[in-house]
């Protein structure tokens, strides 16, 4: 970033020259500024962001005079980003417009120079925690299916929760369920014996 052959507003005095720099009126950044020079070299780096369609302006203005809005103002540049640089592909390119008036009627002059550098786009990247069919193959816990509901934890709303089991002579296991009392095991007496204080079935010692 330099400028070169800036217009002398004062007779006995040079200018303390600095750079407004915008991207589409956003993105605001400023040089700092040099003392008494008519070709400063500022040599400083910004990062911002752009567009194909971005513009980029710079302003030059005098410190000594910079005060109100419009004083001290030496000229600027509007950079269309498209007519010199691929925001795509990336690459550099050296811009050195002259520098003109706005809106007022200052006499303006010189030329401004801006090296541009542009990185380019990098392609995206597939998520590594997602697989085909949009599941995801993360580290965390597997969702259970809706239909599914793993012991000791309640199903959806409606649902009975799974109570404590009961093994029957047979080997099969009998579950209840709202933790109340196990249901009635059916089966042959044989495969049923009474508790303590019934009748037994005929056949049966109690113990």
């Known amino acids: 970033l330099a400028?070169?052959?800036l217009y002398k507003r004062e007779l006995f005095r040079l200018p303390d020259p600095f750079v407004v720099l915008t991207v589409d009126g956003a993105q605001t950044q400023t040089t700092?500024?040099?003392?008494?020079?008519?070709?400063?070299y500022w040599n400083e780096t910004f990062k911002?962001?752009?567009k194909p369609t971005s513009v980029i302006t710079a302003q030059v203005f005098d410190q000594r005079k910079f005060k109100k809005r419009g004083q001290g103002f030496l000229g600027v540049i509007n950079v269309q980003v498209s007519q010199h640089l691929n925001v795509q592909t990336g690459g550099d390119a050296m811009v050195t417009q002259d520098l003109k008036n706005s809106n007022n009627s200052d006499p303006v002059q010189g030329r401004l120079a801006l090296q541009f550098t542009v990185a380019a786009e990098e392609p995206a990247q597939a998520d590594p925690n997602r697989t085909t069919g949009g599941q995801s193959s993360g580290a965390g816990p597997a969702t259970p299916p809706r239909n599914a509901s793993?012991?000791?934890?309640?199903?959806?709303?409606g649902a009975t929760?799974?109570?404590?089991?009961v093994r029957n002579a047979t080997?099969?296991?009998?579950?209840?369920?709202?933790?109340?009392?196990p249901p009635a095991i059916s089966g042959s007496p044989a495969d049923a014996p009474s508790t303590e204080g019934h009748a037994l079935v005929p056949g049966w010692e109690q113990r």
């Open 161 to 165: 929760v799974a109570g404590p089991m």
């Open 3 to 5: 400028a070169d052959n």
């Open 150 to 157: 793993p012991a000791g934890h309640a199903r959806a709303e």
């Open 32 to 40: 700092k500024a040099l003392k008494r020079t008519l070709s400063p």
């Open 48 to 50: 911002v962001q752009v």
């Open 171 to 181: 080997g099969s296991s009998v579950t209840s369920t709202n933790g109340g009392p």
